[in-house]
């Protein structure tokens, strides 16, 4: 049960699009189409902002978008603002009926 | 509106015991699968364990397999976690989280509580 690699930080300026990637193997991230993502702000529970590696929950914004490709999961957020200045976590469904979650990507808007 | 409370958190030595509790309200409890999920200080979120609505399938991560046992009392909207041979690595924030969709198991987290701080140390 290694945590899925994500890179431990990324940044960008207003209105530019970032991507955080999310690496997994196999039995995990290409395994499933059940990866998902959320958003962490300091002293705060977690927020699910992608679900079934693209899908949006209600209420989020559709400057949040997922892929995947192979072992590899991808968020990208278009048009960045400072609210989007955060910790993102990947998490997979694994082949051992586990979930896993990646190390997280503090996310710095310039 | 839904609602996670958890509490049970504290100072517990090495070696020690706690249970933790949260308590559900706001929706049909024994409908959805529940997890615990920590985050130690400065670090990334961990899954721990999850339990389906019935309670009669459960998993752990393997940083706790043999130490913890969820459990959950459907007829009090409950939800538990009792840690055993607690250890300086399980010093955390414990959230419990909520699955999205009624019945699956494996369906992401829609919910989740503000969290109880358990710190491991003599």
């Known amino acids: 049960q290694s945590a899925l690699t994500q890179p431990a930080s990324v940044s960008g300026s207003p209105g530019q699009p970032i991507t955080i990637s999310c690496t997994g193997t196999s039995s995990d991230v290409g395994g499933y189409n059940y990866v998902s993502w959320y958003q962490q702000h300091p002293g705060k529970a977690p927020k699910l902002m992608i679900y079934d590696v693209s899908n949006r929950p209600s209420g989020v914004s559709n400057r949040f978008s997922g892929s995947k490709s192979g072992n590899t999961a991808s968020l990208t957020i278009s048009g960045l603002q400072a609210e989007d200045e955060a910790d993102y976590y990947c998490?997979?469904?694994?082949?051992?009926?586990?979930?896993?979650f990646g190390g997280g990507t503090k996310l710095t808007v310039l | 509106e839904v609602q996670l409370l958890e509490s049970g958190g504290g100072l517990v030595q090495p070696g020690g015991s706690l249970r933790l509790s949260c308590a559900a309200s706001?929706?049909?409890?024994?409908?959805?699968?529940m997890s615990w999920v920590r985050q130690a200080p400065g670090k990334g979120l961990e899954w721990v364990s999850g339990?389906?609505?019935?309670?009669?399938?459960?998993n752990y991560a393997d940083s706790v397999k043999g130490r913890f046992t969820i459990s959950r009392d459907n007829s009090k909207s409950t939800l538990y976690l009792q840690m055993n041979s607690l250890r300086a690595d399980d010093t955390a924030i414990y959230y419990c989280a909520k699955v999205s969709v009624a019945g699956v198991y494996r369906s992401p987290f829609d919910y989740w509580g503000q969290g109880t701080l358990v710190t491991v140390s003599s």
């Open positions: 706001g929706f049909t409890f024994n409908n959805y699968a």
């Open positions: 339990i389906s609505g019935s309670g009669s399938t459960t």
């Open positions: 998490s997979s469904y694994t082949s051992t009926s586990t979930l896993v």
